[in-house]
Structure formats: C-alpha cells, structure tokens
C-alpha cells in the first residue's frame, strides 16, 4: 500500500491558512470513535509518536462527485477496530475554539475523511481500551498506553547522548568489549553460557572491568563504553540481572583525577538536561563518617541535619534492656522533624499518624524482626510528663534533650546493634532513617533545603568478612576476607600497603562511590598495576587456589607488561537516569525490565532448556535441595 505523505504532525501544525481545503494523506493510530449518528461519525488519529492528534470528521452524506466513495469509507471507518494503524486521506479544514487536551491535539484543523485503509488490525482480546491498566505480560501495550513509560525512554535517550558528547568531548575513547567473558571470580555471582564443547563455558561479564585493565595496558589512555553487564543476584527496585553502566577508564591517572572528570560528566548532564546547577566540586566524606554520622554508605545529605547519635552511656540499663536483648549493645538515635503543608495541623498529632502508619506498614516489618531488637519511638511533647521521654528518666531525657534538641513533635528512635565496628552498607538504623526519609517524602512532610545533593564516599575498607550468600560468594579463598568492592582495587596509602601483612582487614582502599540523595549512582578506584603485588593480593591475602589464580592469569600476564598506573569508574546509567527522571525503580527507565522473579513475561524468558538443547551442550539436570526441576 502506498502512503502519499508520511507527514510528521508537527507538519499540520504548520499548515498555512491557502492550503486548507486540500487534501492529504495521513497515517497514525486511530483512537475511540464517537458516533453521533448513523451517517455521522468523529475519531481522532494519534500521530505516530502518540503525543498528537487530529480530528477525523466521517459522514456518509456529501458532495454527489464522492458521495459513493465517502460513504463507503464511512462504513470502513466502522469497521476499523480503535488502537489499529491506518493510513487515511482526507480534505484538510478549518477548526475553530477547541481547547487543547492532555494528548496535544492539532486544533486548528480538521480531517473532513474520503479514505481510511487499516494497516494492521488491533485484536480485541487484548482489553479493546488504551485505558485498562496492562501487566508487564503485556508491556508492549504498557508502553503504548503510558506515555510517561514512552517519555522515560526518550529520556533515557537523552542522557546516553549527552554523556556520549561530554565523553568525546573529554577525549575519551568509546570501545566495546566482549559479552562472552570466562568465570573469574570478581565478587558477584555470574551466568554461565554452556557451549557445544562439553565442559566448557563462556560467563556474561559482571562487568567490563579486566578487559578495560587490558586496555590500560595496551596503550589506550581514555576509555568508556555504555556496557551491559550481568550478575546473578537478588533483584529490588534498583537492580537488575542485566544492567546498564556507563564505563570508564584512565591510564596514568588517580583517583582525584577521575573523580574530576565523573563530577563534570555529571554537572554537565544536569546542566544541560534538568537546568539545574550542581556545586563545581562535590563534597567528599569518609566511608567511616558517613556510617557513623548517617548510618548508610549512600547518605541522602539533603537532610543532613537527620544525624545518629551513640547515646547507650546516657540510658537507664532498664531501658537498654527494653530496647535489645544484646549483651551490652550500641545504642543509636535521630531526630525527625516533620512539615505539614497546612500550616494549622497540629506537629504532634501528624507525627503520631505518620510514625504509626510507617510501623504499621509493610516497609517496617523487617525491622520489627530485626534480632538486635525492634526500634523505640518516641514523639517529644512539651506537655507530657517528661516532655513524652518518661521511659528514659529525668537525668537521661535531660541528656537526650540536650544532644537531640527536639521540638514539639519531634520524632525520636532508638535502635540497638551489636558492639562491633561498622560494616557493610549500613546499620539498622541508617536503613530505617532511608525508610522514614523516603516515606516522609511521599506524604509531603519532609521539604529537601536542596533538590540534589551529590557526595563523594571514600576510604572504603579494602576487605570486608566473607559473606555467607550465595548471590555474594566473594573471591572464594580461605582467608574469611573478601574485597570489598573486587579484587583489583588498590590500597589507600603506604601505611595500607603495611596492614596487608599484619591486619589486612583494617587496610583502607582507594575506592569512591559517588552518592545523590541517597543513590548509589557508581563506584571506582585506583586499580593495582603490578603484576606480583596483584597476585600476593588474591594468593597471600584472600589465600585463593592455585586452580582459582589460574582464572586471572590472562590480567597477570597483561600486567607484567609495563601496564602503566590507572583508574577509572563505572556509572550505574539505570539507577542515573532514574534519580533524574524522579522514579523510585530503574523498571520505570528501561524498555524490557525483568520482574521481581528474574524473568520476562512479555517473551517468557527464562524458558526451560529442551532435551535436545540439553544433549547439544552435553549438560543434565538434578534436581537441587527444595528444587522442582519439572516445573
């Protein structure tokens, strides 16, 4: 079928008055028609963007040169399902005092209909209404139907352009890198891609990261690439089995130098895309700061002043004994302070309802369980006995007073762990802070002093205890250590280099995360860029294998070669692109996300392998503790 005109609808909106009356051949999708009578019919036509339309204006009754061809038309017009493609033709005419409406439609003219031919036909039993709510089975009419989803995308288009321009624009390399990777234990747990020759296997890289290390020691200065990676781990709302990262790397660099060129990428990306200003330096603080002051190594600073406070020493031991059944636990509080939007609301009563609603839902039911004991909760009321503290006591509500300042309904909470230093990602209580953050936000009660708030975390500990998860089985050696980000990263300093014989778990490494109002958005370091103290890392500190050193001797060979000190950063592009566009789940900014279970039900994927796929690779299944493999 031949269409006479792709006319794009911004075309119709720059029709001139003299070329009203002519006609024109269009093609779009065609929305809900409205019949007013049997011989009179409207129905708009969507462009084929989706974010406009024109009005089609279908009578059977009309000049008696065409009168059989629009009444034929008419009738097709009836015919035609809404939400089907269809080219048209028709003669353009003057519209007038119609408002606009939510889909931006073209209202200066209308399509008097003298053809209508459907490309495609729309089946009903998919719902038969772009308005129904469609499950991710169907996300191709998720995609249709939504067009903030559709927007997400073109602005995820965006942000890639961008940075790709920045990048060149700094003099960086892009370079793709394999997907077919081998299995090396760099942390995360991996997929495995069978191959016909039995035994052997490629694994999808959980990152660019040694082949990006080869390319720092084959004469490539600056490299980056937008890569796909996967890991097989547990999924959440930020995280996906493949993901997107902006990828980089520089040779004879350190970390203060990349740390530079991440902080302009992302100044310009919201400078040129949000208008918005962030500072020409970003803040950096320590891994140990952060954990102390905020309890989480991604502190959402825009409400830097929600602090925790070490306060067990001030406590009765009757209410420590209340708050935990540790023997003597750390006891932790913060203040949180609440803003109605209505200025004549009562701060105790709102910060009642909200705390309660908070504990009540399913968000708090993890730290209900929590074994180190369960949070108190305390709202400040000046009229109360005690001002509402009668649990602590005179001398220790005075003490509490005195380091919290509290306000009339203020919220205060205390939370228990274990006397131990601070590790991982964050305490009971720097998650619970994230929670109360997040769900004062929804509620509007919390006002943000600045909409972004960016900070450099560093001095990351070099190894952490090995992890008893299977999603995080480490580096696999025997020393109960694994690196805390991988294996490559260098240590912080000299005096690091000594721990490393004596107390490796107390060695700083010179790693950064780069945090956004509490988003994680990358993590790097300084790399280790010689080949025998590589390998007394993973050998002599992780204590790996001879069999599992084996796996990296393709990097160890490449670092013998002369490869020049670097260092470099990856950018979570999903997460990235999330924190701009506003959306709490990186799902809402991609095409195709996998579900909460790892798969995808539009293409169902994963599929089970048949028989003769599994005699091709040579493999056979067995079933495993609590597994039904016949399912």
């Known amino acids: 079928m031949e269409v006479l005109s792709r006319m794009k609808t911004s075309y119709l909106l720059e029709i001139p008055e003299d070329k009203y009356s002519s006609e024109v051949t269009l093609y779009g999708y065609l929305g809900n028609r409205v019949d007013l009578s049997k011989r009179l019919s409207f129905v708009p036509l969507l462009s084929q963007t989706l974010d406009r339309s024109v009005q089609i204006v279908s009578s059977s009754k009309g000049q008696p040169d065409i009168i059989n061809r629009i009444a034929a038309s008419h009738q097709q017009l009836k015919r035609v399902e809404a939400h089907s493609p269809v080219v048209v033709t028709g003669i353009l005419k003057s519209r007038q005092g119609v408002p606009e409406r939510e889909i931006g439609q073209v209202v200066k003219v209308e399509l008097a209909l003298l053809d209508i031919q459907p490309l495609n036909d729309f089946h009903r039993d998919f719902g038969g209404s772009m308005d ?67 035994g052997f296997a490629y694994a999808l890289p959980q990152s660019p990261q040694q082949f990006k290390q080869i390319l720092m020691g084959s004469g490539i200065s600056k490299y980056y690439q937008v890569a796909k990676c996967f890991r097989d781990e547990d999924l959440r709302a930020d995280r996906q089995p493949e993901f997107t990262q902006l990828d980089m790397e520089m040779s004879f660099a350190t970390g203060t130098t990349v740390r530079k060129h991440i902080t302009k990428l992302v100044r310009k990306l919201w400078d040129t895309i949000l208008e918005i200003r962030l500072p020409s330096v970003f803040r950096e603080m320590r891994y ?214 004596t107390s490796p778990q107390d060695a700083i490494a010179d790693h950064y995360d780069l945090v956004i109002n509490g988003v994680e958005l990358g993590g790097g370091s300084r790399r280790i860029h010689n080949a025998d103290f590589q390998t007394f890392i993973l050998r002599d500190v992780l204590k790996m294998s001879e069999a599992r050193l084996k796996d990296f001797e393709h990097l160890i060979k490449v670092l013998k070669a002369g490869c020049p000190p670097h260092a470099g950063f990856a950018l979570g592009f999903d997460r990235l692109v999330a924190l701009m566009r506003g959306k709490e789940s990186v799902r809402d900014v991609i095409a195709f996300p996998k579900g909460g279970d790892g798969g995808d039900k539009l293409v169902g994927s994963p599929a089970r392998m048949r028989e003769e796929e599994l005699r091709t690779y040579g493999l056979e299944l067995k079933p495993s503790s609590g597994t039904d493999i016949a399912k």
């Open 288 to 501: 140990a700061e952060a954990m102390s002051l905020f309890g989480s190594d991604k502190p959402d600073l825009r409400f830097e002043w929600i602090q925790i406070y070490r306060v067990e020493h001030l406590l009765p031991t009757e209410l420590v004994s209340k708050l935990s059944d540790l023997e003597n636990p750390i006891i932790e509080a913060l203040r949180l302070d609440l803003e109605s939007s209505n200025e004549d609301d009562d701060a105790i009563s709102v910060s009642q309802a909200f705390i309660k609603s908070f504990l009540d839902s399913s968000d708090a039911a993890s730290f209900h369980s929590n074994p180190s004991g369960a949070p108190g909760v305390f709202v400040y009321n000046p009229l109360a006995p005690l001002r509402g503290l009668s649990a602590f006591g005179f001398e220790a509500a005075s003490a509490i007073e005195s380091i919290l300042s509290p306000k009339e309904g203020s919220i205060i909470i205390l939370q228990a762990r274990p006397k131990a230093p601070l590790s991982g990602g964050s305490t009971a209580l720097g998650n619970l802070r994230s929670h109360l953050i997040r769900a004062a936000l929804q509620r509007n009660l919390l006002k943000p002093e600045v909409p972004f708030a960016p900070v450099w975390i560093t001095c990351f500990p070099l190894f952490t205890p090995t992890s008893s998860s299977a999603a995080e089985p480490g580096q696999g050696g025997t020393a109960g250590l694994s690196s805390t980000h991988h294996p490559f990263t260098a240590p912080k300093s000299p005096e690091d280099v000594d721990l490393l014989l």
């Open 132 to 198: 129904d709510v469609f499950g991710t089975n169907d996300r191709h009419l998720q995609l249709r139907s939504d067009k903030d989803l559709r927007d997400s995308l073109g602005f995820r288009s965006l942000v890639a352009r961008t940075a790709r321009e920045e990048m060149d624009n700094q003099e960086f390399m892009e370079i793709e890198t394999p997907l077919l990777f081998r299995s090396t234990p760099e942390g995360a747990r991996e997929f495995i891609v069978p191959t016909r020759r039995q």
